[in-house]
C-alpha cells in the first residue's frame, strides 16, 4: 500500500542529507513501527510520506498512485497525522475534529459533515467534552482527541509521531490500544515511531530500524534481535520470552 | 443528536454576540454623530441630520461628521480584521497590521509627498475653516498608498524567493520597515520648518481627513478583504494547530499566507494613507476578541471587525470632545488605550493558553 523508495531529502542546499536511500513499505491495515535514535531520520521520513517536505529525490507510492504529484488536498484524504507536539488554537473539541474534515468540505461544513465527527466521537467515547475547549483538557485527552481529527479526514493511513512522548503509563497505554483497535476494526494502516521497545513489540505487525537516514532492518518480530538493537542504539540488551512473548530488558548485561 | 444539538445553540450565542456588537456600533455611531467640537446642541444637530438647519451646521453634519463616523467604522473593522489575519498566518501573536512595513511606508511616502513636492495636504488637516479650499488630499494619500503597496509586494516577492515562512516575514517587515523610517528621518532632515510640521501632523491619524470618496475607496477594500478572511475561517482554524499539520489536512499553507497577508497589507495601507497612522486597534481588538470568544475564526473574524470599528468610534469620539475646540490625534488615543491594555495581556496567565 504504502511503498517508500530509495528516499533522499535534505533540509538545505547546503546541508547534510537527512535520508539518503530510505525505503520501506507498509500493507493495508499493517501497524508499522519506526525504531531509531534521535536524529536517524524518522521525523524526517514522516514529513516527506505527509508532504510536509519534497524529497529530492526518490518514489513514493500510495495504492499505486504517485503521491509526489498528488495534490496536498488529495493526498490529506489518504494520509492522516497525529504529530507530536499537539496544537488546536481555543477551539471546542467538536470543531476540532470538524477540522479534519476540511478537506472535504472546503469553506463550509455540511450537515453530513457534521453527521460524520458525531460517530467518531460517539465511537471513541468522547460524547463527555465534545463541548469543552481542548486547551481544557489533559494531554491524553488532547492526543484523543488529535486521533479523531485524523479520524475525520477519513484516512488509509495514520502517521503517528512519538505518540506517546508526553503521556504517562495509563495514557500511553490507552491511546495504543485506540490506535490498534483503529488498525484491526477499520483496516487502517499506522505508522509510528516509538521509543520504548517493549511497547513497539506489544503493537506492531512490522518494523523498521533506522540508523543515519536509512532504513537498515525491517521486518517482523524475528528481526528485532539483541544483535540489531546493539547496532542500531549502541546499547547492549538482554531479549527474554515470557509466554510467547518476546521481552527487551535493558541494562549491561552481556558486561557483568 | 445532543452535540449537534448543543451545537446550535453555541451557534445562537455566537449570533447574538454579534448582533449585539452590530447594535452597540449602530447606536454609537449615530450618538458619534451628536458631538463635536463645534457648540452644535442636540436638536441643532438632530436638524441638521434630518435636513433642516443652517447651512454651517449642514455642512458640519453631512461634510464633517458623517464620513468622519463612517471613516471610523470602516477603518477600525478594516486594521481589527488584518491585525487579526496577521497574527493568525504568522503565528505570532505580536503580530500588526503594520508587520509589513506598511505604516512605515506610508509615511514615507506622505513625507515625500509634503516635504519633496509641498503636497496638498496643509489645507487638509483637521482645520475647519480651510476644509473646502481646493487642494488636492489624493497628492499625500496617493505617494502614501504607493509606497505602502510597494513595501508589501518587495516583502512578500523576497519572501517567496526563499522559504515562506513565518519569521522570515516578520523579519523582513521589521527591515524594510526601518529603511523606510531611516529615508523618513533623512527627509525631515532636510525640510524646512513648516514642512516638517505638516509631515509630523499627517503621521498622528486623524479621522476629520475622511470625505466620503476616501471613505467609499476604504470601504471597498475592507468589504473584500472581510469577504475574503470570512470565506477563509476554517482555513484560518486549520492554522491554528501549526504550520506542518495544517499541510497534512489539505490547506495549501504557503498560497494562503501570501493571499492574506496581501489583502490585511493593502487594507491597513489603503487606511493609512487616508487618515495617517492609528496604532494599536489592530492589536487590541483581536486580542480581546480571542480572550472572550475562543479562536474560532468564524466568529472572530466578524467580532474583531465590530470591536475595531467600536473602539475607534470611541476613541475618535473621546479625541473630539477632550481636544478644546480642535480633536486630539486620534491615533494617540488608541495607543494610550493599547499600553495598558498590553500590559495586561503579558501578566495575564489565561492569555498565553488562548493567543
Redesign the interface.
Known sequence: MLKVENLHFRYSRTGDPVLHGTSLELKQGEIGILLGKNGSGKTTLF?NI???EKPKSGALQFNGENLLKMK??????R???V?Q????????V??SIL??R??Y?????SHDD??A??KI?EDMGL?DF??R?V?ELSGGERQKIAIARAMA?EPKLMVFDEPTGNLDIANEHLIMVEAKKLAKEKNISILSSLHDLNQALTFGDKFFFMKDGVVKYAGGKEIVTEAVIKDIFDIDVRIVEIENHKVILGGNYHAS | MNAIHELKKRRKRNTVVVAALLAAVLAIGVSCLFVGSSDMSFTESLGALTGYGSPAHLRIIWRIRVPRVLAAVIAGAGLAVSGLVMQTTLNNSMASPSTLGVSNAAVFGANLSIIAFAGGFLSTGNNLSSFDVGANPFATSALAFVFSTASILLILGLCTLRSFSPNVVVLAGMAIGSIWTAATTILQFYATDVGLSAAVVWSFGDLGRATYRTDAIMAAVVLAGIVFFMLMSWKYNALLSGEATAKTMGIHVEGLRFVSLLLASVITAACVSFLGVIGFVGIICPHVTKKLLGQDHRVTVPVSCLMGSLLLLLADTASRSLGSGSALPVGAITSLLGAPFFIAIIFSRKENRRC
Open positions: 514529513k505527509l508532504g510536509i496536498r488536498r488529495e493526498r490529506s484524504r494520509i492522516a497525522y504529530p507536539d499537539i496544537h488546536f488554537g481555543a477551539l471546542s467538536f470543531d477540522m479534519g476540511v478537506s468540505f472546503g469553506l463550509k461544513a457534521y453527521l465527527v458525531e466521537i460524547t465534545a463541548h475547549n486547551d479526514q
